[in-house]
């Protein structure tokens, strides 16, 4: 994921029906949907461990299937992964005796790829994916569970949001969420709630001091930035079953807690906290040229090599939403892990592969290196956030986080959601009227 453009969300929330985003940092997770699809062409190559077969892509391979390398264990990574992954292959390789091919796909291509080449023969043993995609590979019965005997040495948001219906599905490798950006120039101490916050910020722009209050996306609007102030405001999305699984006939936008958010937003829009169709541009400018004392993102604004905070030079922290009321500000989480296909020729090293290796301190830490989200692993977290206070700053913001829901419902959620939003935002509909019809319109669509 490369995040870098104002359109990531939208491709992430898009590509729900993939979900991001995302939403990732500087690789293809958040920004896969809007990617050009690119195939790869498997090259040889003898190594004194193993075999490993690379892939290179051509023009005119575009529009190509992925072949199946001719390898015992085939592994399907994207750019990013791929050069952290074949060295730990080939060592596995070499140690079992079998050949290993890595073969470079494009991120957004996966999933899908999966669902065609799989059942042919043609897939891979292991791939790396989204936890967002669990519903639509599990109920396509294209992926296999997976016993991680370390799995307590993880987040346990990780490994939550790699379960589906209680069972894992994957080896998470990394976090990513949203957290709460503060101009410590303009707002020296960290607010207790969002009354305050907004109290504050309110204040900065009636003074001249700033000129947008809280830089948040909503172009027009944003389900996934927003949804942190949402749950602050009493909302859920989905309720849950005995077993704590997602009930997707339980649909929250239209509850009393839903709406009671909706008219939250009504409030932040009419105060001027909140302001319609801001651009993922407008609010990394702002916030990034000191004319903005609070943003809401993530992590790829803050590392944006180009226009990012960092090398803005902001003298800025990132630390949790606060809460409203009381009540806890829940960011969606996503999170990226490696999986075992059910098609799988070799599943046995497929799954001694990522448990073992995978799994491991050395692993995490440099897939992290690679791709800069924060590592599923604790102790890799760990060491990353004591070298790095944006790490910490991002996992403290996580730890209330809510996966991203990963049943093929969600699908159905973000158009009308969206919708909703940019209503709300823009004077044209009050929360009640805006969420009762999203809900509608969602409920329609899942019924469908």
């Not at 995040?3 to 985003?21: D, E, H, N, P, Y």
């Not at 799989?118 to 669990?134: N, S």
């Not at 609010?283 to 803005?312: C, L, Y």
């Not at 996503?334 to 692993?363: D, R, Y």
């Amino acid at each position: 994921m490369k995040f870098k453009q104002a359109r990531w969300l939208l491709a992430l929330i898009t590509a729900f029906t993939l979900s991001a985003a995302a939403c990732g940092s500087g690789d293809e997770e958040t920004d896969s949907a809007a990617t050009t699809t690119t195939e790869a062409e498997v090259e040889e190559t003898t190594t004194t461990e193993a075999e490993v077969e690379e892939t290179t892509t051509t023009e005119a391979e575009e529009d190509a299937p992925v072949v199946r390398a001719d390898a015992d264990l085939v592994i399907w990574a994207d750019d990013t992964r791929t050069p952290v992954i074949t060295p730990l292959a080939e060592a596995f390789g070499a140690e079992n005796g079998i050949t290993v091919a890595v073969q470079e796909v494009n991120f957004g291509d996966i999933r899908d790829r999966l669902q065609t080449a799989g059942p042919a023969g043609e897939g891979p043993d292991v791939l790396i994916g989204a936890h967002d995609w669990l519903g639509q590979l599990v109920t396509s019965g294209l992926l296999a569970p997976v016993d991680l005997p370390n799995s307590d040495d993880f987040s346990s948001v990780a490994i939550d949001a790699m379960s589906y219906e209680g069972q894992l599905y994957g080896v998470p490798y990394a976090i990513e969420n949203i957290a709460l950006m503060r101009n410590v120039d303009l707002v020296p101490e960290a607010p207790a709630s969002l009354e305050e916050l907004e109290t504050i910020a309110l204040g900065l722009v009636e003074s001249g001091d700033a000129e947008i209050a809280l830089a948040i996306q909503n172009d027009p609007g944003d389900p996934f930035h927003d949804f942190p102030l949402y749950t602050a405001a009493g909302g859920y999305l989905f309720g849950r079953n005995a077993d704590g699984s997602l009930n997707a006939d339980d649909l929250g936008l239209d509850s009393a807690g839903g709406l009671a958010a909706g008219a939250q937003f009504e409030a932040w829009a009419e105060s001027g906290l909140l302001q319609p169709s801001l651009s993922y541009d407008v609010m990394i400018e702002s916030f990034g040229q000191g004319n903005a004392p609070f943003a809401i993102t993530g992590p790829w604004a803050v590392a944006d090599p180009d226009r990012g905070f960092k090398s803005a030079g902001v003298n800025y922290v990132v630390e949790p939403i606060p809460p409203l009321a009381g009540t806890t500000a829940a960011p969606f989480v996503g999170v990226q892990g490696f999986m075992v296909s059910a098609n799988a020729e070799n599943p046995l090293f497929a799954q001694t592969f990522i448990t073992e290796v995978m799994s491991t301190l050395e692993a995490q830490t440099a897939l992290f290196q690679a791709g800069g989200r924060p590592p599923a692993l604790t102790e890799a977290f760990n060491a990353a956030a004591a070298a790095d206070p944006d790490i910490e700053g991002f996992g403290k913001a996580g730890i209330n986080g809510q996966p991203m829901p990963a049943i093929p419902e969600m699908g159905s959620v973000w158009a009308a959601w969206t919708d909703a939003y940019a209503l709300i935002l823009s004077g044209e509909s009050t929360g009640d009227e805006a969420f009762t019809n999203a809900a509608e319109q969602i409920r329609t669509l899942i019924e469908g």
